[in-house]
Every structure is written in structure tokens, then in C-alpha cells.
Nanobody, 115 residues
Framework: QVQLVESGGGLVQAGGSLRLSCVAS????????MGWYRQAPGKQRELVAT???????NYAGDMKGRVTISRENAKNAVYLQMNSLKVEDTAVYFC?????????WGQGTQVTVSS
């Protein structure tokens, strides 16, 4: 069973930065792809960024250009560096992983951006 644990969320002022971390219970090198999603109150969960086993990245949505996804295989970790945060970036951010035919999710970490 894959377990994903996110951390790094918190309260930050608009224009600030945060780095989210996601640590997996197993070797992330075995994962086909990992990614970050977010869900704001009353809205659907949406993709922020993904990174493949080979390090190919993909960004989507409003955060494109303001976030960077990276991975550190030795620590079984994936990171999301978020810059120039806006109030509308307030959401719960989830880590996700795909391996074989399975898709796994972390419990999420809250990011709150104040004006």
C-alpha cells in the first residue's frame, strides 16, 4: 500500500512563497508519475503539476509560471515550490502518485494566502 504524506502548508501573505513536500512510503522511482492537485472550498480538485519518473514536468491552470515541481529520489520526496502566491491560491493541496494501474492520494495540506 502506497502512503503519501504532505507537509509545508500554512499561512502566507500574498506575494509570498511556500514549498510543499510529499514523502512516499516506498521508492518514488517505481512510480510512473507524481503530481500535485489543489481543491479550494466549493470547487473541484484541479491539477497543478506533475512529474514523470524521467523527470518530465507538466504544469496546468492558474499557477503555471509560478510553481516548480521537483523530485528527490533519495528521499522518496516530491516538492512543489510556489511563488508569488495569490489569495485565490488558498486551497488544500494534495499529492498524488500513479504506479501500475493504481492512483494514490495523500491527506492534503492546507495553504492559506492572506491579503
Amino acid at each position: 500500500q502506497v502512503q503519501l504524506v504532505e507537509s509545508g502548508g500554512g499561512l502566507v501573505q500574498a506575494g509570498g512563497s511556500l514549498r510543499l513536500s510529499c514523502v512516499a512510503s516506498g521508492s518514488i522511482f517505481s512510480f510512473d508519475r507524481m503530481g500535485w492537485y489543489r481543491q479550494a472550498p466549493g470547487k473541484q480538485r484541479e491539477l497543478v503539476a506533475t512529474i514523470t519518473r524521467l523527470g518530465i514536468t507538466n504544469y496546468a491552470g492558474d499557477m503555471k509560471g509560478r510553481v516548480t515541481i521537483s523530485r528527490e529520489n533519495a528521499k522518496n520526496a516530491v516538492y512543489l515550490q510556489m511563488n508569488s502566491l495569490k489569495v485565490e491560491d488558498t486551497a488544500v493541496y494534495f499529492c498524488s502518485a500513479w504506479i501500475g494501474g493504481g492512483n494514490y492520494w495523500g491527506q492534503g495540506t492546507q495553504v492559506t494566502v492572506s491579503s
